[in-house]
């Protein structure tokens, strides 16, 4: 079967003579021969072959050499085409882990002001429920207070009333009292009166008698 490389093809003498080169250098390396001994070798074997083979040679070597090493570039390409790809398989993926990364943090930070937020809506609730319960209780103090004055002014009121009511029937004793020493005086009047208008009649009725008694003996 015919051989190839990247589609060119491969003459039998130049893989043989490639197989001869690479058996010579594993040869070489073996033995840990210098490497002008390898040369020498290779001079050697070459002088033994003919002009055309020669010429074969050294054009299929040329040939295959320069596939060999378009080879080599390609798989350094390849190498490097692919630690390309890999690296940036590794920066995405690493640039996917800071993007999870920063969610988490942005979701963390969401929930921290989210509880935040809360909290402070819960504080302003609380500190009104406070305002309003001491404000209620201002009320309730203003409240019973104005009871208290009230009371304090019904109380003040009934103490004027029972004062006043006192007075009354302290002024209603003296003019009892008063139209009792009247009724007295004018009882004593009238009997007076009478005392003396008896008396009078009586000191009458005695000069008259008295009189009779001088006139008819």
């Known amino acids: 079967m015919q051989q190839t490389h990247k589609g060119k093809r491969i003459r039998p003498v130049t893989i043989r003579i490639a ?3 690479k058996d010579i250098n594993e040869a070489v390396g073996k033995s840990e021969l210098p490497p002008f001994m390898l040369e020498m070798v290779i001079g050697e074997y070459l002088t033994g072959i003919s002009a055309v083979a020669r010429k074969e040679y050294a054009q299929d070597l040329e040939e ?29 993926t690493a640039e996917t882990a800071r993007a999870s990364a920063e969610a988490k943090r942005a979701e963390s930070e969401n929930t921290r002001i989210s509880q935040e937020t809360a909290r402070a809506k819960a504080e302003t609730a609380r500190g009104i429920a406070e305002t309003k319960r001491a404000d209620a209780e201002k009320l309730r103090v203003s409240q019973e207070e104005t009871r208290k004055t009230a009371e304090s002014g019904r109380v003040s009121a009934e103490n004027t009333r029972i004062s006043q009511e006192s007075a009354r029937v302290e002024e209603e004793k003296k003019r009892a009292s008063s139209e009792e020493k009247r009724r007295v005086a004018e009882t004593d009047r009238v009997n007076a009166e009478e005392k003396r208008q008896t008396d009078t009649s009586a000191a009458i009725d005695n000069c008259n008698t008295a009189g009779r008694e001088r006139v008819y003996p």
């Open 19 to 21: 197989e001869l080169k």
């Open 64 to 92: 295959w050499e320069a596939a060999q090493k378009e080879e080599e570039v390609s798989e350094a390409t390849e190498k490097a085409e692919n630690t390309r790809v890999s690296q940036e398989e590794s920066r995405k």
